[in-house]
Nanobody, 116 residues
């Protein structure tokens, strides 16, 4: 059974930092490109950052470039998202998934709230 469990969310003020983690089980993690996605209230879920299966390259959505860093540890089946200089527009539920995402693999996500 595939399971993706996100953690690390919280409430911070503008300019603060958070580090999200996602632990994967039940899948061939080392062979999969992974990504972080987010969904703000009233909006569709959107891509945030992606990383190749071997960690060799990363991609970022324009709004987070230069502020967020995605990384992975294939030995621990984890993918992380370091978020710096957070802004109120970053407020959302954050999810990890393969990249591109598989519909039936979404987890519960982790809430990030940035106050001004």
């Amino acid at each position: 059974q595939v399971e993706l469990v996100e953690s690390g969310g919280g409430q911070v003020q503008t300019g603060g930092s958070l580090r999200l983690s996602c632990t994967a089980s039940g899948l061939s993690f080392t062979m999969l490109n992974m990504g972080w996605f987010r969904q703000a209230p009233g909006k569709e879920r959107e891509f945030v950052a992606g990383i190749r299966h071997n960690g060799g390259s990363t991609t970022y959505a324009e709004p987070v470039k230069g502020r967020f860093t995605i990384s992975r540890d294939n030995g621990r089946n984890t993918v992380s998202l370091q978020m710096n200089n957070l802004k109120p527009d970053d407020t959302a539920v954050y999810f990890c998934n393969t990249n591109p995402p598989v519909v039936n693999m979404w987890g519960q996500g982790t809430q990030v709230t940035v106050s001004s």
